[in-house]
């Protein structure tokens, strides 16, 4: 269930919301869908792209979106996608 | 210091068999041993299970013959000389993993203390019968070596030349004695440290990056890397290539792996093979004996020149790989060839076809009671003409 | 969304031996993903974790991770794995194998390790069958299940196994599923630096066979089930902590501590030596 913010934080302005980036290795990809499937904050979606395998791999929906909870990085069976927090020097 | 915390007990000693390997393994630098009990074997594991502590090593009993050959393969691979003992029954569960040993070119020793079969059969008599089981054991292609001794003092030496060949071919090497020389006690000497012999694994000279677990060298034996040294290999009992990369549906790689296996052995047979001749140089009739079998022989052979036959004794102190070119060259130089086994019917099948056109007489012994020389002396003169 | 960056994990994967074997939606992925993490986020030296597996599809495990590896014959990992761990302490040994490996063929080694408390941790990957000869029945197989060799229903009472390990005398015992990925790298990482005995059984889905014959034809499917039938309960009574087709209990059942079988040794060895050196 999403937390409803109804107060905004004091200190607000001076924390730096973490931005992911998505890393997604297609040709690993087998079409498990657990990535899609238990993503906590609906990121991904199959794409329409085949892959070598035949496969349909995953693809980012909302980049924004994504809160860097590595979930899909963890149960990714095959190691072909993984979230790290995007490197901007400050000026996300 | 007291006399036990010695790794090698230099000096005379009257002792029995199993205690002289046990021994004999101590001193070849044998510091794991894994097993479980079983008549006529039981005093090897009862004697490392005392002297093994005092020396820095670990014993333990495993729930099974089955584990006991898995834990000593992996105390080897972890870099430790490794052994276990048994007899028939235990031999047979052990097989499988003898298997995996040969084929993720194991060095380590298994001593078969060997009884009257088969199945539970007499386990407080002694017999020859796993001879062919020694080589043919395990499912597939593949080369062991199997040494016999036939004394306290080959209890012992034979235990260090068995761990010196496991370690130079890295290849499971089996002591086949019997529960008579097992279980029999007799003067030994075990000479100071270093006057014995010990040789080690030849280690990989590559770095990590470049080490292939499975090449090769010039005498068909790959160098070993043992865990925890950083290589990080991959060894696994499915056909693999020199990476060590599982190639299952190759035929190429399984053909090269396993003719590497076996040839490493066979090349090597010159090299490997101990005999020992009593008054062949001159002789009509040959004995061909190896164990237990072969002291009675030799009372016979001499009993034999006695009576004016001129009888000759080749003690094979290997049977395998079996000696195939000085059984042929005996043969060829005397009329008959008698072979005592306690079995009924093993190595004189290798002695016959070595033999070729020289005639051999096979004498079985069942029952658990070595030939009398007596025994031995009739057959000779029965082919003696 | 690039792919020039390397997974995180990578350094912990045998890069000649990937991309591995296993099936589209076959959870033993996960396992090596969460057992990488694991190493990753502990201060073990990597050249001295040995890996260890049978035969089985998660047997295959041995060959992928960035270890000394070993892949031993049906059901004999734990006493290899033994004979390495006593004979080189040093080493962390691990075993990672399957329920038909650890406790059909392989289930005596088991009880006798735990009930010997050798330091080594022990991770079943449970799927229900025997997945790599094509999905026969196993000592977990739920009654009433299909399996090739059950094809009229399975009429054998199945293992628990963590009630089996706890009997026995492992001093960590825990049972996860591949979904919960967090919770099964936590005990992964307690059980890779607890002494003595740990085991820990995951709850892995086999679509291609057990999931396929038994009415959860992709893993999705089965992952779906864990969601739904799955409930945490630390420190139950593992005799209690059942699998049916709507509870799957799971949890860290047995965390105790008990001297290992390396720390007995060791105390022995030394008393041996020391009255040696101080008698005559």
Known sequence: MPLRIWRKPLDADKIKIPQAEIHIIKNRCKGCGFCIEFCPRDVLETSEEFNVRGVHPPKVKDETRCTLCHFCTAVCPDFAIFTVEKDCGGSC | MTLENRAILTGKHFMNGDFACAEGAIAAGCRFFAGYPITPATEIAERMARRLPEVGGVYIQMEDELGSMAAVIGASYAGVKSMTATSGPGFSLMQENIGLAAMTETPCVIVDIMRGGPSTGQPTMAG??????AK???????????????????MFDLTIEAFNLSEIYRVPVIVLADEVVGHMSEPLVIPAPDAINVVNRKRPQSSPEEYLPFKPDENLVPPMACFGEGYRFYATGLTHDERGRPRTSSAKAQQKLVQRLCDKIRENTEKIVKINETMLEDAEVAVIAYGIASRSALSAVRKARERGIKAGLLRLVTLWPFPDSHVSEVAKRVQAIVVPEM????????VERAAKETPVTFLPKLGGEPHRPFEILKAIRRVHT | MSEELLHPLERFLREWMIPHIWCEGCGNGIILNCFAKALSELNLDPNKVVVVSGIGCIGRISGYTNTDSYHTTHGRAIPFAIGAKLAKPELKVVVISGDGD?????????????????DMP????NNFNYGMTGGQYAPTTPLEAWTTTTPYGN???PFNLVYLAAASGAVYVARWTTLHVRRLTESIKKALQKEGFSFIEVISPC???YGRYNQMRTGLDMMKWFKEASEVQHHLDPA?????PSKIVLGEFVNIEKPSYGRLLREKITQIQEKNVGGE
């Not at chain 2, 020859?128 to 089981?133: H, I, P």
């Not at chain 2, 499912?139 to 004394?151: F, K, M, N, R, T």
């Not at chain 2, 079995?343 to 290798?350: A, K, M, T």
């Not at chain 3, 406790?103 to 050798?118: K, M, S, V």
């Open chain 2, 343 to 350: 079995n009924y019917g093993q190595l004189v099948r290798e």
């Open chain 2, 128 to 133: 020859q019968q796993d001879v062919m089981q």
């Open chain 3, 155 to 157: 009429i054998e009472h």
């Open chain 3, 122 to 125: 022990v991770i079943c990957a």
């Open chain 3, 207 to 209: 679509p291609e066979l």
């Open chain 3, 102 to 118: 650890l406790f059909a063929i392989g289930g005596n080694h088991f009880i006798h390790a735990a009930r010997r408390n050798i």
């Open chain 2, 136 to 154: 043919w054991g395990s499912h597939g292609d593949y080369e062991v070596i199997a040494l016999a001794p036939s004394s306290v003092q080959e």
């Open chain 3, 240 to 244: 209690k902590a059942e699998i049916t």
